[in-house]
């Protein structure tokens, strides 16, 4: 079992700036590999940054050089800048055993989900 609690979600100006934070905690935790989603309303969950056990990193296009994964031990950021109103979602940390997970139905823990609002 994996705990993932997100913090650092909140209001900002457009071309603004945000930081994730995703607290890892539990069972072999160095054996997971990590991403972001987001879901905005009525739209479907979406992948917007992965990251492997070794390092490697993943953006969509509608995010790449925007935003950036990292990972510092038990925790998982996201840094967000240039942000736009369409990034306007609520944002959760996810993990899957081994490998990056890269959609919805490959992840095996999910945080609860940190709300992230863009005004125009």
């Known amino acids: 079992q994996v705990q993932l609690v997100e913090s650092g979600g909140g209001l900002v100006q457009a071309g603004g700036s945000l930081r994730l934070s995703c607290a890892a905690s539990?069972?072999?935790?160095?054996?997971?590999?990590w991403a972001w989603f987001r879901q905005a309303p009525g739209k479907e969950r979406e992948s917007v940054a992965g990251?492997?056990?070794?390092?490697f990193r993943a953006y969509p296009d509608s995010v790449k050089g925007r935003f950036t994964i990292s990972r510092d031990k038990n925790t998982i950021f996201l840094q967000m800048n240039s942000l736009k109103p369409e990034d306007t979602a609520v944002y959760y940390c996810?993990?899957?055993?081994?490998?990056?997970?890269?959609?919805?139905?490959?992840?095996?823990?999910w945080g609860q989900g940190t709300q992230v609002t863009v005004s125009s």
């Open positions: 996810a993990a899957k055993v081994f490998t990056m997970p890269t959609t919805v139905s490959s992840v095996n823990f």
């Open positions: 539990g069972r072999d935790v160095n054996n997971y590999g």
């Open positions: 990251i492997g056990r070794s390092g």
